[in-house]
């Protein structure tokens, strides 16, 4: 397979440092990575090359699944009902039999939790979700990791809410069944994505920096393949229109690419042994038998990680993945190989244009935690002194010393109590900036969420869109920050 060399306009544009990039347009490390030792470099397209105009994709997704819904012989007035999409974000839980949806920190402990759309108090809580350790492998938690699934999640709640309501008690876990099986249908009957095809313009957000990014990878001389599950008619026509015509060097959007590889069926791509078919790249259909190489121009289905690595000679950490889906994309590939991979986040971008926005909030909530920290420590100071003296006998001395004790615990009682109310006000004012109901995508409480921990553990590197590496070197180490324990801070 041929290589493009590299070029002397690489270099421009590209900022001397980090600190030249706008943070939104970053690329944040969790393991280092040298670009240099990076041969190949594979992209999903839905959420990663493809970004989609969310609001208009969940309208379209819960009209189809309501039209469902109501042939299921589900009641019309809930095509009616308001749907609003903050409801639900990417990382949330769904209890199915208790109706409920979930969101938990990286240790697995649950923050907070809505039945329909009101909030469960701490003793509801703490007497579903706090007894016995929650295994999310278990039927009953379903796990929202995609944009797609969100709607889902959002319909659910409001179902739920509008039953309840009526007094017509549901079958939870049925009620997530037929939403999930109604949404699926939507998209295995091809209904959903027909629609966006006919449309693209509404529907997909064309990202004008992607060509020049993928021309500067490829010409630093790295192999590009695409992997997605979309199947070929629909990856035809999205990349059609986000490519086509956009660069003079590139006659289609399969020049961009020396590997094209639809239908990968993912995490299936990484766990199992499918075999891969070539595909004609006028009609779709399938040429018979197993290729015996990728040739370039050419388009390929199924397949599996073996079989790719030894048809595209190369493999192991000489390829980085980069894909939007937690699960499909980064924690299958990087437990079933040693890929490198980059996990796209599309909310990235408004997350941090609120944490600019809150940066004072933010210093000032670090602040106060550290006061109530110490606060806390001389309370219990305060409290030994005061037990102490008072087994120590009636004196005069030791009465004064107790009351002494006893006033300066009850200044730090009542300082406590003003720190925690200003905390828990500013906690609320930033955790409703971000999502009324959910808080941050990567936060929950003062630890990282479930989510974000994934994040960490999976992604090597994570950014907003692909073509946020147009403002690096091809050649660029992304190192991480050094790593420090509590005790080191």
Not at 49 to 73: F, H, P
Not at 128 to 151: C, K, N, Q, S
Not at 243 to 249: E, F, H, I, S, Y
Not at 389 to 395: A, F, H
Request: proline fraction near 4%; aromatic fraction near 10%; charge should be neutral.
């Amino acid at each position: 397979m041929s290589v493009t060399q590299p070029t002397p306009e690489l270099a421009v544009g590209i900022p001397r440092a980090e600190v030249d990039i706008p943070r939104q347009k970053r690329v944040f490390v969790n393991r280092s990575l040298r670009m240099s030792d990076i041969q190949t470099i594979g992209f999903d397209m839905d959420y990663t090359l493809a970004i989609y105009n969310q609001a208009e994709l969940e309208q379209l997704s819960i009209r189809l699944t309501l039209e469902r819904l109501v042939k299921r012989g589900y009641p019309d007035e809930i095509r009616a009902l308001d749907y609003h999409p903050e409801w639900a974000i990417r990382g949330l839980v769904v209890d199915r039999p208790n109706g409920n949806v979930l969101k938990m920190d990286r240790y697995g402990h649950v923050g907070r939790v809505v039945h329909g759309r009101r909030l469960l108090t701490r003793d509801e809580r703490t007497e579903l979700y706090r007894r016995e350790r929650i295994r999310l492998r278990a039927p009953r938690f379903e796990w929202i990791d995609t944009l797609f699934a969100l709607p889902e999640a959002v319909m659910y709640l409001r179902l739920i809410d509008h039953f309840d309501g009526a007094g017509e008690r549901k079958d939870y876990s049925r009620l997530w069944q037929d939403v999930r099986e109604s949404i699926d249908e939507a998209h295995r009957d091809d209904s959903l994505k027909s629609i966006i095809r006919a449309d693209l313009g509404r529907f997909i957000a064309v990202d004008p920096d992607l060509p020049a990014a993928l021309h500067r990878l490829r010409s630093a001389g790295r192999r590009l393949f695409l992997l997605t599950n979309s199947m070929w008619d629909y990856t035809d026509a999205v990349m059609s229109f986000m490519l086509d015509g956009k660069l003079p060097a590139y006659t289609s959007w399969r020049s961009y690419f020396d590997i094209v590889i639809v239908g990968g069926t993912k995490p299936a791509f990484f766990t199992e042994r499918n075999a891969f078919v070539e595909l004609d790249a006028e009609t779709g259909r399938e040429l018979g038998a197993r290729p015996a190489g990728f040739y370039r121009g050419h388009v390929y289905q199924g397949g599996n990680l073996t079989d790719f690595e030894r048809l595209a000679g190369t493999g192991g950490d000489r390829v980085l993945y980069i894909g939007d889906h937690i699960y499909g994309d980064i924690l299958r590939a990087k437990k079933s190989s040693v890929w490198r991979t980059c996990m796209v986040i599309q909310e990235l971008e408004q997350e941090l244009a609120l944490s600019g926005r809150f940066a004072d909030r933010l210093r000032q909530q670090d602040e106060l935690d550290r006061k109530r920290r110490n606060l806390e420590a001389e309370l219990d100071y305060e409290q030994l002194v005061l037990k102490t003296l008072q087994r120590g006998g009636d004196t005069v001395a030791s009465d004064a010393a107790k009351r002494q004790a006893k006033r300066l615990l009850d200044e730090h009682r009542a300082t406590l109590r003003e720190v925690n109310a200003t905390l828990d006000r500013l906690d609320a004012e930033v955790d409703s900036a971000y999502n009324a109901w959910w808080g941050p995508l990567f936060k929950e409480g003062a630890e990282n969420s479930r989510f974000g921990e994934q994040v960490e553990d999976y992604a090597c590197l994570y950014t907003s869109r692909v073509s946020n590496f147009l403002h690096y070197s091809p050649l660029r180490y992304f190192r991480s920050p050094r790593a420090k324990m509590p005790h080191e801070l």
